[in-house]
């Protein structure tokens, strides 16, 4: 129905009152700040300048560890008692369950034997011995639930929030919000396994909709950054003047075109790469590492896939103590096929596990320790996640345990969260969280929480929406908070 002029002219009239008076309720500090949006200021020729957190922080950085493929957490870190008595049996209600790949056979227990490990007795299974005897320093989250049982979209879920593609990561929040404590490096570093990249790939530490400079930045151990090697014909000393010509030439030109926010933030990431080109190689340079921390990571390793991985997990000490703000270290790849590189356990779980636990088990366990020994896991926030668990059952007519996004495990350890503990709780078969249930956008609320970011209030405007990394949702988790 058409409105009337009359009505037209009264609801315009209230509607512009409304906004007047909100206005000077602004202006006067009557208005609720609890949930208005907090953009940070972002200087176009120092994009990654440090900036201040929303309030006190516990955490200065970030290690984020992503197993792809999706760990079953009834064979690590998920102990059911419960499982091991009914072993053989049917899983009560579900003896027509069809999950992702298809029917679902007898209920299964862990492949490896659970024992109680430190002085918490925290139970963890055989498979990963040496992240077992870290159990004490460790906060597990055993009621996460996701809302995809496929690699692509959970991956997308896990690390941007949202099971579609084109949202940033968390990484690339992070970056957004709070900037770089160094000057040379990237604020946000991606360190795919030595076997390739996960499913989704650049998803995981892109950007989307925020600036192309707070996307994470993607090398390994064993592949640095391409193109930072100067060509032999080239001398140091030209090098470095015509760098400086460069500089005095850009600066010159953007002197009289200081309102172009564009120019500034390209001089800057042109500048940002010329540093990278000699601080990259250096961190990237494991040679100077005591050969004693090579041995405990098992970088000599005869196995090129475990030697390869403990390298990377090496390089992520190295750039977290040199104040790279967010590390994101993924263990497991997509190249090889289902199963093959990486944690998706269909058919032969058994098998495919023992080969992938012997490349994550040791090279981890030593980071961890190493970060201790140093002191950054006083004011680092370590993450361990996978995309979803699996099913306490076996596949019909299968060796291995299909997905199952309705309940699984991560975990926690360092600055900001209790140690030897654990939070919530699947149900006596770990088949689906029942006890504090948490989400993804819980998760992702309580990192930004620990490092001093409101996660209502941290946004990006975008095609007219206030964007989150927990879109609409999420809760800290205060039950994980030391």
Same mark, same amino acid.
């Given at each position: 129905? +058409?409105?009337?002029?009359?009505?037209?002219?009264?609801? /315009?009239?209230?509607?512009?009152?409304?906004?007047?008076?909100?206005?000077?309720?602004?202006?006067?500090?009557?208005?609720?700040?609890?949930?208005?949006?907090?953009?940070? %200021?972002?200087?176009?020729?120092? *994009?990654?300048?440090?900036?201040?957190?929303?309030?006190? *922080?516990?955490?200065?950085?970030?290690?984020?560890?992503?197993?792809?493929? /999706?760990?079953?957490?009834?064979?690590?870190?998920?102990?059911?008692?419960?499982?091991?008595?009914?072993?053989?049996?049917?899983?009560?209600?579900?003896?027509?369950?069809?999950?992702?790949?298809?029917?679902?056979?007898?209920?299964?227990?862990?492949?490896? /034997?659970?024992?109680?490990?430190?002085?918490?007795?925290?139970?963890?299974?055989?498979?990963?011995? $040496?992240?077992?005897?870290?159990?004490?320093?460790?906060?597990?989250?055993?009621?996460?639930?996701?809302?995809?049982? @496929?690699?692509?979209?959970?991956?997308?879920?896990?690390?941007?929030?949202?099971?579609?593609?084109?949202?940033?990561?968390?990484?690339? &929040?992070?970056?957004?919000?709070?900037?770089?404590?160094?000057?040379?490096?990237?604020?946000?570093?991606?360190?795919?396994?030595?076997?390739?990249?996960?499913?989704?790939?650049?998803? $995981?530490?892109?950007?989307?909709? +925020?600036?192309?400079?707070?996307?994470?930045?993607?090398?390994?151990?064993?592949?640095?950054? #391409?193109?930072?090697?100067? *060509?032999?014909?080239?001398?140091?000393?030209?090098?470095?003047?015509?760098?400086?010509?460069?500089?005095?030439?850009?600066?010159? !030109?953007?002197?009289?075109?200081?309102?172009?926010?564009?120019?500034? /933030?390209?001089? #800057?990431?042109?500048?940002?790469?010329?540093?990278?080109?000699?601080?990259?190689?250096?961190?990237?340079? +494991?040679?100077?590492?005591?050969?004693?921390? !090579?041995?405990?990571?098992?970088?000599?390793?005869?196995?090129? &896939?475990?030697?390869?991985?403990?390298?990377?997990?090496?390089?992520?000490?190295?750039?977290?103590?040199?104040?790279?703000?967010?590390?994101?270290?993924? $263990?497991?790849?997509?190249?090889?096929?289902?199963?093959?590189?990486?944690?998706?356990?269909?058919?032969?779980?058994?098998?495919?596990?023992?080969?992938?636990?012997?490349?994550?088990?040791?090279?981890? #366990?030593?980071?961890?320790?190493?970060?201790?020994?140093?002191?950054?896991?006083? %004011?680092?926030?370590?993450?361990?996640?996978?995309?979803?668990?699996?099913? *306490? @059952?076996?596949?019909?007519?299968?060796?291995?345990?299909?997905?199952?996004?309705?309940?699984?495990?991560?975990?926690?350890?360092?600055?900001?969260?209790?140690?030897?503990?654990?939070?919530?709780?699947?149900?006596?078969?770990?088949?689906?969280?029942?006890?504090?249930?948490?989400?993804?956008?819980?998760?992702?609320?309580?990192?930004?929480?620990?490092?001093?970011?409101?996660?209502?209030?941290?946004?990006?405007? !975008? $095609?007219?929406?206030?964007?989150?990394?927990?879109?609409?949702?999420?809760?800290?988790?205060?039950?994980?908070?030391?």
């Amino acid at each position: 129905m +058409l409105t009337s002029r009359r009505d037209f002219l009264a609801y /315009a009239s209230t509607g512009l009152g409304g906004i007047a008076l909100t206005a000077l309720l602004a202006e006067q500090g009557l208005l609720a700040n609890d949930k208005i949006p907090l953009r940070p %200021d972002i200087r176009p020729d120092s *994009p990654l300048i440090a900036r201040k957190p929303h309030f006190a *922080p516990k955490a200065k950085r970030v290690l984020a560890v992503f197993c792809s493929g /999706a760990v079953s957490h009834v064979d690590t870190f998920d102990h059911k008692p419960e499982l091991v008595k009914r072993d053989g049996q049917p899983l009560p209600g579900g003896e027509k369950l069809v999950t992702f790949q298809g029917a679902q056979g007898n209920l299964v227990k862990p492949l490896w /034997a659970f024992k109680p490990r430190g002085q918490s007795g925290k139970m963890v299974s055989d498979l990963l011995p $040496n992240l077992a005897t870290l159990a004490d320093e460790m906060c597990f989250v055993h009621s996460m639930t996701a809302k995809s049982n @496929t690699h692509g979209p959970g991956e997308n879920q896990m690390s941007t929030g949202f099971t579609l593609d084109g949202f940033p990561s968390t990484g690339a &929040w992070v970056s957004y919000a709070l900037g770089s404590e160094n000057r040379d490096l990237p604020a946000f570093v991606a360190i795919p396994d030595p076997r390739g990249v996960p499913q989704v790939g650049p998803n $995981n530490w892109g950007s989307a909709f +925020l600036p192309g400079v707070f996307q994470g930045t993607p090398f390994t151990a064993d592949k640095p950054l #391409a193109n930072l090697n100067r *060509p032999a014909s080239i001398s140091e000393k030209t090098d470095a003047d015509t760098r400086d010509f460069l500089k005095f030439l850009n600066d010159d !030109h953007a002197k009289t075109r200081a309102s172009d926010s564009q120019l500034s /933030a390209r001089i #800057a990431s042109y500048e940002m790469a010329a540093k990278m080109q000699l601080r990259a190689a250096e961190v990237a340079d +494991l040679s100077k590492e005591p050969r004693a921390i !090579h041995d405990a990571y098992g970088t000599g390793d005869k196995d090129k &896939w475990k030697s390869g991985f403990a390298r990377n997990c090496l390089l992520a000490r190295r750039l977290l103590e040199r104040d790279v703000r967010f590390v994101q270290l993924f $263990n497991g790849s997509y190249a090889m096929g289902e199963g093959v590189g990486n944690w998706d356990g269909h058919k032969t779980l058994k098998s495919q596990y023992e080969t992938h636990a012997a490349i994550l088990d040791r090279p981890l #366990a030593a980071l961890l320790t190493d970060l201790k020994r140093t002191g950054l896991l006083k %004011d680092t926030l370590v993450v361990w996640v996978t995309e979803f668990g699996r099913m *306490p @059952t076996f596949q019909k007519g299968a060796s291995g345990r299909d997905h199952n996004p309705k309940g699984f495990t991560v975990w926690l350890a360092g600055a900001g969260v209790k140690r030897a503990h654990s939070y919530g709780a699947t149900d006596e078969f770990g088949y689906q969280a029942a006890e504090k249930i948490a989400t993804i956008y819980d998760l992702h609320a309580t990192i930004l929480h620990i490092l001093g970011l409101n996660h209502e209030r941290l946004s990006f405007y !975008h $095609n007219g929406i206030e964007r989150r990394l927990t879109d609409v949702h999420g809760e800290v988790l205060e039950g994980v908070l030391a």
